[in-house]
């Protein structure tokens, strides 16, 4: 009989990623629709600023996880050529290292020196990478991966508070914008709730109560503005 586990941990840093994307294209398209909307702006005005902010919100995105993975990625790739390069200058003292961190997690010397001495005779430089460096093979950066996943997140939820604004009567297209929102944002905090592991219903309140304040403070700089007569 096959001893099965499945942990949290071990879902994707990618789908995570998706989830916090999501939450910021909603947070940030509907703030701004929201203060635009405040300051008694047309429809049109606010759709065009809507659509603005999602297309510029995705696009922000995807540089900045790019930027920030490729960033990852290049020192982890320098990591590897260190560790490299030290193998083939030092491979004794390399394998009493790796021999090293084995008594750490508890074996004897003797055991410890057995095990680094067979493992090491697969694949080196693997298993350097992987118990030395802490570098898994299949969660390695993923700098196009990141990006892709960053904008396309953003830019599929941030379209709620258009839609609705697009849709709702005049006189409810605040409300329209505010409770669509909230209802993706509380969505959205379930699942990354559910995908940590954590409670659901505490993860989408965190993530209702700071979406709720964000438009909030928003809506209250348009009608400030809009009161100071610009």
Do not use: C
């Not at 909307?37 to 996880?65: F, I, Q, R």
């Amino acid at each position: 009989m096959r001893h099965r586990e499945h942990h949290n941990v071990d879902r994707g840093g990618w789908l995570r990623a998706a989830v916090l994307g999501a939450d910021d294209g909603v947070v940030s398209t509907a703030s701004l629709m929201l203060g635009i909307a405040a300051t008694s702006a047309s429809k049109e005005a606010t759709l065009v600023a809507g659509l603005a902010a999602l297309v510029a919100g995705a696009m922000s995105m995807a540089a900045g996880e790019y930027v920030s993975v490729s960033s990852q990625r290049d020192g982890e790739q320098a990591a590897i050529r260190q560790e490299k390069a030290e193998l083939s200058r030092d491979p004794e003292g390399e394998l009493r290292e790796i021999a090293g961190i084995y008594r750490k997690r508890g074996l004897d010397a003797d055991l410890a020196m057995q095990v680094a001495v067979q493992l090491s005779a697969k694949d080196t430089l693997a298993l350097h990478v992987h118990d030395e460096l802490g570098l898994d093979p299949k969660k390695r950066a993923r700098p196009i991966q990141a990006a892709l996943v960053s904008a396309a997140s953003f830019a599929s939820v941030a379209g709620l508070p258009i839609v609705a604004m697009a849709v709702a009567p005049a006189p409810l297209r605040a409300t329209a914008i505010t409770v669509v929102s909230l209802i993706g944002l509380g969505a959205l905090g379930a699942l990354g709730g559910w995908i940590a592991g954590a409670p659901m219903f505490r993860a989408a309140v965190r993530v209702l109560v700071g979406g709720g304040l964000a438009m909030g403070v928003s809506t209250l700089v348009g009608h400030l503005i809009h009161l100071a007569g610009y």
